[in-house]
């Protein structure tokens, strides 16, 4: 973690009553490879032990500002990469966190797919690395939204793992910016898709999976500025899809996204 990050870190006595708590229920072990950990570590960055932690690649600074895709280089430059220079994003930017490749991968997989949904505050550690942006920080206040999952999905889950991010990432947020949580968004029924298919003229780019929840919040003055969070970006086409519906649905003053993973 570089200094930058470490002013993201709030409040140090409510991450340790948090931590006394979570510690009767989560042995603090690292959920990489099960190494103990001490009390402080565990306060700085639970669940994930140093040697473990400097195996993650950091995104850095020399990143894509468009798809937010991570480059080997010390330029600080900004460029936009060609693996989205030809593409129509509906996000103005996404910041990812760290690499998608290596230690990230095998994290996020035991959150997801083991179900270890007290690793959502690893993970709300790792997204302090966002932050780096200065476009994130300057916005003053986001709306963060987190992606949707479909409802079975998330039944069999228990929870949906970009909501968890979304709390992590409120919970942590650096001096200066203000953020709450908004979930806007939903996953379409199999019967909305259908209905949609027959006025698909009107929807071109649209997304068929996500639709703005019924009751949306009135949007303020100058538009939303809406921070969507996803676990892993990998080709945007998600973000994307979701920044779609909400240009559509509401008044937009800006639209990034973020994720731990850049795949
Ligand atoms: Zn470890
Ligand atoms: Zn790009």
Redesign the pocket.
């Known amino acids: 973690m570089n200094a930058s990050t470490g002013e993201a870190r709030k409040s140090p006595r409510f991450a340790r009553i948090r931590q006394a708590v979570v510690g009767w229920i989560y042995p603090p072990l690292c959920a990489a490879c099960e190494s103990p950990l001490s009390a402080s570590r565990q306060v700085e960055v639970p669940f994930l032990c140093e040697p473990c932690e400097a195996a993650l690649t950091p995104i850095g600074d020399h990143y894509?500002r468009?798809?937010g895709?991570g480059f080997d280089g010390v330029s600080s430059l900004p460029f936009?990469?060609s693996?989205?220079?030809d593409r129509e994003l509906a996000i103005d930017f996404a910041v990812s966190a760290f690499r998608g490749a290596g230690a990230g991968k095998g994290l996020v997989h035991r959150f997801k797919y083991a179900k270890e949904r007290h690793l959502a505050r690893l993970f709300g550690v790792l997204l302090d690395e966002v932050w780096r942006d200065e476009r994130l920080r300057d916005a003053g206040s986001w709306w963060v939204v987190p992606v949707p999952l479909h409802r079975r999905r998330q039944r069999e889950r228990g929870f949906n793992q970009s909501h968890e991010l979304a709390r992590e990432l409120v919970l942590r947020a650096p001096e200066g910016v203000e953020l709450s949580l908004r979930s806007l968004l939903r996953r379409t029924s199999e019967r909305e898709r259908q209905a949609r298919l027959d006025r698909k003229e009107r929807l071109v780019n649209l997304s068929e999976a996500f639709a703005p929840v019924r009751r949306l919040p009135g949007t303020p003055a100058g538009g939303a500025r809406i921070l969507l969070i996803d676990d892993v970006i990998t080709t945007g086409t998600t973000v994307s899809e979701c920044a779609a519906v909400l240009r559509e649905a509401m008044e937009i003053d800006r639209i990034a996204a973020v994720s731990v993973l850049r795949g």
């Open positions: 894509c468009v798809c895709q936009r990469c693996n989205c220079g």
